[in-house]
């Protein structure tokens, strides 16, 4: 369902992926495969087709071109205060805690991640309480 909301989050504001980056997608996905063939025969394994793939890639960089546009305008950046609130907060729990700077990026790079996560979930509850959601059996 989140991904249907988002996908008419999509279309709203107009958002639309150029074919070549999806046959770049696609393009980059055979070439970490031994061969054209080994690719072929694992999405025939996984009963696609070349074009389930490509629709796939499709939805991917959508949501990911979603996910960049609802973001540029929010804050996701951390500072230095709340990296070691979370430190201070995390530390005493271990035996023997690293120092702030050896984990102070990794701590950054989680409350980022965290940020967004908020963020987006943000989106898709109001996205859920403007749309309509109709269940097709």
Do not use: H, W
């Amino acid at each position: 369902i989140n991904e249907a909301l988002l996908l008419q989050y999509a279309e709203k504001q107009g958002i639309q992926i150029e074919s070549e980056k999806i046959e770049t997608e696609y393009q980059n996905a055979i070439n970490s495969f031994e061969n054209p063939e080994a690719f072929k025969q694992q999405i025939k394994t996984l009963n696609l087709t070349e074009q389930d793939v490509r629709e796939c890639f499709a939805l991917q960089l959508t949501l990911r071109e979603v996910v960049n546009q609802y973001l540029k305008d929010k804050n996701t950046s951390v500072s230095d205060e709340e990296i070691k609130a979370r430190y201070d907060i995390v530390s005493p729990q271990l035996e023997n805690p690293p120092s702030f700077e050896e984990v102070k990026a990794q701590i950054e790079q989680t409350l980022q991640q965290e940020k967004v996560g908020q963020l987006m979930s943000e989106l898709i509850n109001r996205l859920r309480s403007e749309g309509t959601i109709e269940i097709v059996q």
